[in-house]
T-cell receptor, first 114, second 113 residues
Framework: AQSVTQLGSHVSVSEGALVLLRCNYSSSVPPYLFWYVQYPNQGLQLLLKYTTGATLVKGINGFEAEFKKSETSFHLTKPSAHMSDAAEYFCAVSVSGGYQKVTFGTGTKLQVIP | KAGVTQTPRYLIKTRGQQVTLSCSPISGHRSVSWYQQTPGQGLQFLFEYFSETQRNKGNFPGRFSGRQFSNSRSEMNVSTLELGDSALYLC????????????FGPGTRLTVL
């Protein structure tokens, strides 16, 4: 079975500060990992995706995430927060092979303080 | 390409009624997944359809059902509505499902009174 845990349902950062959103996964087979963002009153939008290969994945809007197999983590970072980054972020996992469903974390709401 | 569309955007129903939600995927996408989003539970997977067949199913009661048509459009139905069914229902389409990137619609906000 696959699962994902997001640490911290709410995170606050100052504008210009580092953004770090934590995600740990559990999977018995090599995972595919995703970060999605949801702005108010909208659906989810893909930020970035890890499949295989390079463990540092760059996404849209300056976000990136690093796949660390030894730590079963896939934390999302951005060097400098912008007001427009305020949104809810979801980490998700899907196992490779077959057509398994995607399992989402419970989400982290990011607040950016001016 | 047009994005994923969901209709209606908002619905208000009373307990015991039934409701049908519609989702039109991105052209060429054959997989459609449905999720229930609530503040306390996050995104809960309902089911996935691929080429008119239900391929995966989440842990929801039988009151929740769905179907997919030959043009990949999908509907989900909830019968005998309960107060706890109030949620944002999201539809996502992808080329083949699973590890493929999902593209989400804006959702249907269902309120059960």
């Amino acid at each position: 079975a696959q699962s994902v845990t997001q640490l911290g349902s709410h995170v606050s950062v100052s504008e210009g500060a580092l953004v770090l959103l934590r995600c740990n996964y559990s999977s018995s087979v090599p995972p595919y990992l995703f970060w999605y963002v949801q702005y108010p009153n909208q659906g989810l939008q893909l930020l970035l995706k890890y499949t295989t290969g390079a463990t540092l994945v760059k996404g849209i809007n300056g976000f990136e995430a690093e796949f660390k197999k030894s730590e079963t983590s896939f934390h999302l970072t951005k060097p400098s927060a912008h007001m427009s980054d305020a949104a809810e972020y979801f980490c998700a996992v899907s196992v490779s092979g077959g057509y398994q469903k995607v399992t989402f974390g419970t989400g982290t709401k990011l607040q950016v303080i001016p | 390409k047009a994005g994923v569309t969901q209709t209606p955007r908002y619905l208000i129903k009373t307990r015991g009624q039934q409701v049908t939600l519609s989702c039109s995927p991105i052209s060429g996408h054959r997989s459609v997944s449905w999720y229930q989003q609530t503040p306390g539970q996050g995104l809960q997977f309902l089911f996935e359809y691929f080429s008119e067949t239900q391929r995966n199913k989440g842990n929801f009661p039988g009151r929740f059902s769905g179907r997919q048509f030959s043009n990949s459009r999908s509907e989900m139905n909830v019968s005998t509505l309960e107060l706890g069914d109030s949620a944002l229902y999201l539809c996502a389409s992808s080329l083949g499902g699973g590890r493929d990137t999902q593209y989400f619609g804006p959702g249907t906000r269902l309120t059960v009174l």
